[in-house]
């Protein structure tokens, strides 16, 4: 093969590669408006009102991810199985943004944590990191929301987030975790705890905390 041939045949697939990249940044922006769409929808929790329409939030939250999943089994078709990993950063931050959303709806409405299920088998899977990445943003968010419950007059929530993110804690203390991105976030998840903590004391001072224990969860 002669140096022009070998530059021809590069250039044939450097622009494969680039149609490939061009197919999945269009899925992926879809992917993250649809993000913003229920993150839309979940933000008007925070609202004093808001508590009192949380199952219709979350019921309109997962039509929503009726869409993500459409798209996310469009995306894999858009690059070859076992090449996971070399497209991977371009859908990695809305996967992450996608697992907090799902995290979120789940922990409204059960308050529990959202399950990962890994099936590298099928080359298209959810990264173990991105999951863990997810579950970090929601401490955020639930810190958040530990602040306005207590605004909106719903005592209990803020000890129920409390106990949920002291055992999300416990839980990523059992890892060691090796990737820096991930540990950065890890170290935020120590103040959401500082957070919720100080709420929770606030209120127990107050004699708030006694008086839920006495007439119940809201």
Not at 11 to 18: C, E
Not at 191 to 213: A, F, H, N, P, W
Request: some cysteine; hydrophobic content about 40%; aromatic content about 10%.
């Amino acid at each position: 093969m002669s140096v022009t041939e070998m530059f021809s045949f590069i250039q044939g697939f450097l622009s494969a590669d680039q149609d490939i990249r061009e197919d999945i940044r269009k899925v992926v922006q879809v992917l993250e408006q649809t993000a913003r769409e229920i993150l839309t929808v979940l933000q008007s929790v925070h609202q004093p009102c808001g508590f009192k329409d949380i199952p219709s939030k979350c019921l309109k939250a997962r039509e929503l991810f009726c869409t993500v999943r459409n798209h996310t089994g469009e995306l894999k078709t858009k690059f070859p199985v076992e090449q996971y990993y070399r497209y991977h950063e371009h859908w990695r931050f809305v996967l992450q943004r996608l697992v907090f959303l799902a995290a979120f709806v789940v922990y409204l409405e059960s308050q529990s944590l959202v399950t990962l299920e890994v099936d590298r088998e099928k080359g298209f899977h959810l990264d173990v990191e991105d999951y863990l990445a997810g579950v970090l943003i929601l401490a955020s968010e639930l810190s958040r929301l530990a602040v306005n419950s207590v605004t909106a007059g719903d005592y209990g929530r803020p000890l129920r987030i409390s106990n949920f993110i002291n055992e999300l804690d416990s839980g990523f203390r059992l890892l060691n975790l090796k990737n820096d991105p991930l540990r950065k976030r890890y170290d935020g998840l120590k103040y959401d705890l500082k957070k919720i903590e100080e709420v929770v004391y606030d209120l127990s001072i107050r004699g708030l905390t006694k008086e839920q224990e006495a007439g119940g969860d809201k």
